[in-house]
C-alpha cells in the first residue's frame, strides 16, 4: 500500500486555521470543537495536537492571526505624514480586512463575554491598537498637529472600541454596510475628533496648544 506523503507542518497548521475561520463563519465559538476543525481539513485528529493545545489555544491563534493583518492596516496612519490621506488608507485597509474576516471577528468577539481566555486575548488585542493610537496622538501634540485633548488614553480607547463595534456590526454578517460609506463615516468621525478643521498636517488654528494637554 502507497504511504500518504508527509504533510509540511506549516500546510498543515494553515489547513488547521483555515478550517477554523470557516467554522468561526457559521457557528458561535462555543460549537467550534476539536473534531468539527478537523471534519473540515484531509487530516487526522492527532495532527491538530502537534500545532494546538486545545480548541482554545486555536481561537487565541487565529485573533493572533487577524490581529497582524489589521495592524498592517493602522501603520498607513501610524506611521504616515499626511494624517487625512494616511487615515484614508488605513480605513480602507481595515475594512478590506473587516469584509473578508467580519464574520470570524464578530464570532471572537461575542465568545470574549463568556470564554475568560478568548476574553483576555481579544482585549489585550484591542488594547494593543489603543496603546499605538495614545502614542501617535501624542506624537501628532508634539508636532502641532492635534491640540488640546479632554483625556489622551480614553479619548483613544473610545475611538477604537467605537471602531471595532462599528466594522463588527457592520460586517459581521449579512447584508453588509456599502465598505466606501464606513471608510468615510470613520475618517469623518477621526478626523473632527483629532484634528479637528486642519487635518492636512497643519497645527489646527482653533485647538489649544498641545504642551497643554495632561499626559
Known sequence: MARRPKHDPRESEREILDAAEQLLRERPFREMSVDAVMSRTGLKRP????????????????????????????DRWLRGEDPAADARRAFEGLVEVYVEHGPVLRALSEAAGSDEKVERAYKALVRRFVEATVRHIREEQDRGRIGALPDVEQTAAALIWMDERYLSEAFGREPHA??????????????ATLYGTAPSGAAPGTTASPRSVGR
Not at 495532527?47 to 493602522?74: I, S
Open 47 to 74: 495532527a491538530f495536537y502537534v500545532h494546538f493545545r486545545d480548541r482554545h489555544d486555536l481561537a487565541l491563534r487565529v485573533v493572533e492571526n487577524t490581529g497582524r493583518t489589521l495592524f498592517e492596516m493602522t
Open 178 to 191: 456599502d465598505p466606501r460609506v464606513v471608510v468615510d463615516v470613520l475618517h469623518t468621525i477621526w478626523m
